[in-house]
C-alpha cells in the first residue's frame, strides 16, 4: 500500500510540473537579433527565438545567452591581448593547460591560421565549441555549449550564429 501512494504522489507531483519548453527547430527563418559591443567592435547575429534569456557581463566585454531551460548557451567575450599572444597562445592559455589536466576533456575537432582558430571539445556530459578571432590588439572569443549527445544541434547553431569585426 505504501508503495502504491508513493507512486500515486509522484504522478500527481508529475502532472503539476511545468512542461519542457518546445525550442523551435534552427532554419534559415528563424527570427534572428544582433548584439554589439563598441568596446571590442564585433557584433554577434544569433537565433533571437531559440535563446531567450540574456546576460551582460558587468565589465562590458560580452553577452550570455541561454535556452529557457538553460541546457544551451551562448556566450561571446572580448578580451585585451595585453600579453600580444599569438592565436596558438591564446589557445594553449585559454584550454591546453586544462585540458592535460583533466582527462575527462578531450579535443573533438581543432583547426588554427594566424588570426582565427576553431576547437570542439567534450567535456563529461558536455559539448563546447570555441570560435576565436585576433584583432590588433584584442581577440573575441565564441563559445556555444550542448549536451554531448547533440553534435547535430552544435553543428545547425555553429551555422546560425554570425560575428563580425571590425579590425
Known sequence: MKTFLNIMAVMMLMAFAPAATELPSLTHDNATEEYCNKRFNY???YPSDYFLKM?????GDGITLKTPDEAIDLQVTGSYNVMDWSIKDIYYHTFDQDIRGDLNTQVVTSLFDDTFSEVTLKSGN???????????N???TINISVPANTPELLEQLRKSVNLSVSV
Open 126 to 136: 558536455r559539448l563546447e565549441f570555441f570560435q576565436t578571432y585576433l584583432l590588433d
Open 43 to 45: 557584433c554577434l547575429q
Open 55 to 59: 546576460e551582460k557581463s558587468d565589465n
Open 138 to 140: 584584442a581577440y573575441v
